[in-house]
């Protein structure tokens, strides 16, 4: 295994693991099934997400997935488990997909995580580890309009409201406004956003 430059950050061939304050960023293992399903099949969870609720098959494909990310080579797509780091306890799921010198972002969490900076800390971590580790330009995230938390998560780490796409989504049969959130390298790398 290599340390990358990132502080905080180890790299095996396929794995990441990603270390900030209070949270562990890893990849998922068999063995987080039930925590996953948790948080997926919540309706209010995935209230403004265009998937679930889950059901089991829903969260074993998804846990499949992101096992298979961990082949590609070059690797570019990364979904990896929140994690506390004092309790180990899963609390949720992030992902980064690299499309050329951008990359997509998203997240999702249980509501026991809520209202404690655990987004924010593990966005920050996932999109410092995009700029300084994948050499990516630009990363952007998408929100529902509705869902002030997630926009309010994505300002808090330097991202800036690129768009409003109506109707751009169909969400369990209603279509749905999409809010577009981005940030360059350069910005990030000016912001003092960086963790550690």
């Not at 994948?134 to 300002?155: F, K, Q, Y």
């Amino acid at each position: 295994m290599a340390t990358d430059p990132a502080e905080g950050t180890v790299l095996s061939q396929h794995s990441v693991v990603l270390e900030g304050e209070r949270l562990l960023l890893r990849e998922f293992r068999d063995d987080d099934f039930e925590a996953v399903h948790a948080y997926g099949s919540d309706p209010e969870v995935v209230r403004y997400l265009p998937w679930g609720p889950n059901t089991e098959s829903d969260t074993r494909k998804f846990l499949a997935r992101a096992h298979c990310y961990r082949a590609g080579d070059p690797r570019l797509s990364f979904e990896l488990a929140v994690v506390r780091r004092e309790t180990r306890d899963l609390i949720g799921g992030i992902g980064l997909h690299v499309d050329g010198s951008n990359a997509v972002m998203g997240y999702s969490g249980g509501r026991s995580a809520w209202g404690r900076g655990y987004s924010t800390e593990a966005s920050r971590l996932l999109v410092d580890f995009g700029f300084r580790s994948l050499d990516i330009h630009r990363v952007w995230a998408v929100c529902d309009p509705e869902n002030t938390a997630a926009a309010s998560v994505l300002g808090r780490i330097g991202m800036r409201q690129e768009g409003h796409l109506r109707e751009a989504v169909l969400v369990r049969g209603e279509w749905r406004d999409s809010l577009i959130f981005a940030i360059l390298e350069s910005e990030w790398a000016a912001s003092g956003l960086r963790p550690g």
